[in-house]
């Protein structure tokens, strides 16, 4: 049963008795001493000082050896066998604070000082101690770089190239358009009341049921604009749009058809942390039969890399690959740097990671080229990625109204109802989309077996890149699966994908339907962007408090979106 767009859930934060600090969704980690975060450490801190124990998190092991009574916010693992009871012991017996439950990964989220942590990750019954960082959407730009009206779709007042390259107009001609197949958005939110998502019989949304999972959180709708985007990549239809309207039919998603679930993790800034993310996941998890929840989709990545053995945001994806649901997750936007692809999720081997292409201007993937900020090479654990490339430069999308995206770049805004956007963030949904499309044609597939069909050299329309065409991989009747050998994270049950699940205090009473305000604490925003263009119209880190680990964000003020 679907619900109005205007009603949310949010989680009732069991035992979280104090909001999670302000972390940014599209940020590096700067964490402000004397709020609860810790302070930026220098590179050197990576490596783990003398005395730390393998488990623990190298930034908080830097900590420790500097400032041991710095309080940290953690994110605890413990083995398999270990139960609530056992692991509320050994955090109470260094003095710790629970301040959330994390069933999907058998951990708890902790408060302590960063020498009890490090004493902490020394437990027999601990697998690794985390530090609750930030996650960032990987938009690598703002601004056009090659000019807007490119035709290469030819169905009808279509605007787009990415339609055409991906090879989707047949499908939807065909009635495979996304019917049915629900795609989790975990995300800054979607403004689903907008036309693009109207329901393909009616007049209802498409964003069956939003979610919110930030604690600071004051309103459902997206107010940064990030989560919309991506969500009209997927899922967006111009056609909604009044016929008058001269933007009419320009912007299509891939599914168009497709139904949408908003899980808003971050703050109405956009900012969230880790442990934000895994409860959009537990979200998607515990609701993939109420909504079916097929396809998840991660424009985001982690702020610092560590293996996907022991990462808690790589446990949670796993168990939610397990549990039925294609992970697509953005490669990030670090370039061929070497630890481009070292970061949750993108890293982790079980879920699909994508890189981004520059069409350059046409939908022939003849002429298609790796977008030079796109994240590629081989994991920490050996594992190259991406898995496929799609689209993501100069990429029309829907705008949410009054969001932040608006201002970082107005001359990015295409007639007041869409937004023009580069980056893996972007390549992402164009591959959920098509998730979306493969499960309405072949309902019985697995995720190993979209991932197989999507990673088959045959489905390629570029010889030189895994750049999927949707017709190709459309026709596949019995493909190969894929992941098949790969050792999961070590808490997750490689069977059954739980993690000492039924021990979760979780359940579907743990979910309520918010019919007020969403009141919750509120922080202000602890960046922000100049948008002073230099004179080659470029916004560097000089003038620009994003880095190059973040957004790569620059704009092109010398072209006009119109």
Sequence with gaps: MTRTIGLA??????????????????????LAAGHGQLPTLPAASITSPAGSSAS??????????RRPNEVVQTIVQFKAGVGPARARQDVARVGGT??????????????????????????????????????????????PSHGLGRHGSGTGNLQTTYDGTLDVTQAWQDGIMGDGIGVAVIDTGIDGGLPDFEGSTGHSSRVVETAVT??????????????????????????????????HGH??????????????????????????????????VDHRSDFNIRVVNLSLDEKTAQSYTTDPLDAAVESAWMHGLVVVAAAGNRGTSPDAVQYAPANDPYVITVGAID????????????????????????FQKPDVYAPGVDIISVLAPDSQFAS?????????????????????????????????????????????ALTDPSVASNPSLQEVDAAKVLALQNPAPADGGLTPNTLVNGTTGDIDYSQSSWSQSSWSQATGSLAAAFAQSSWSCTCAASGDGGVGPSTSSWSTSSWSTYFDDTSTAG
């Excluded at 009732?12 to 969704?25: E, F, H, I, S």
């Excluded at 623990?56 to 050896?65: N, T």
């Excluded at 046409?362 to 920490?380: F, R, Y």
């Design 408 to 452: 970082m770049c107005p001359t990015c805004v295409v007639g007041g109802e869409y937004i023009q956007t580069s980056g893996t963030s972007m390549a992402t949904p164009m591959i959920s989309g098509l998730v979306a499309l493969l499960l309405q044609a072949h309902p019985s597939w697995t995720p190993d077996e979209v991932k197989g």
């Design 98 to 143: 629970v301040f959330g439950e994390l069933p999907i990964i058998n951990g708890l989220a902790v408060r302590l000082t960063a020498a009890r942590a490090r004493q902490l990750a020394a437990s027999p019954g601990v697998h690794a101690v985390s530090l609750n960082a930030t996650v960032t959407v990987q938009n690598a730009a703002f601004g």
């Design 9 to 30: 859930d949010r989680i009732r934060w069991m035992l979280v008795a104090a909001a999670l600090g302000a972390l940014a969704l599209a940020w590096s980690v700067s």
């Design 214 to 247: 930030n604690p600071k959180a004051q309103t459902a709708i997206d107010t940064y604009g990030h989560g919309t985007d991506v969500a009209g990549i997927i899922a967006g239809d111009g056609d909604n749009l009044n016929p008058s309207d001269p933007l």
């Design 359 to 382: 069409e350059n201007g046409t939908s022939n993937p003849a002429d298609d080229t790796i977008a030079p900020w796109s994240s590629q090479g081989t994991t920490q654990d050996g």
């Design 251 to 284: 912007y299509i998603g891939v599914a168009p058809h497709a139904d949408l679930i908003s899980v808003k993790v971050s703050d109405d800034q956009g900012r969230a942390t880790v442990l934000d993310v895994i409860y959009g996941l537990q979200f998607a």
């Design 56 to 65: 623990l998190d190298p930034r908080i092991a830097g900590v420790a050896a």
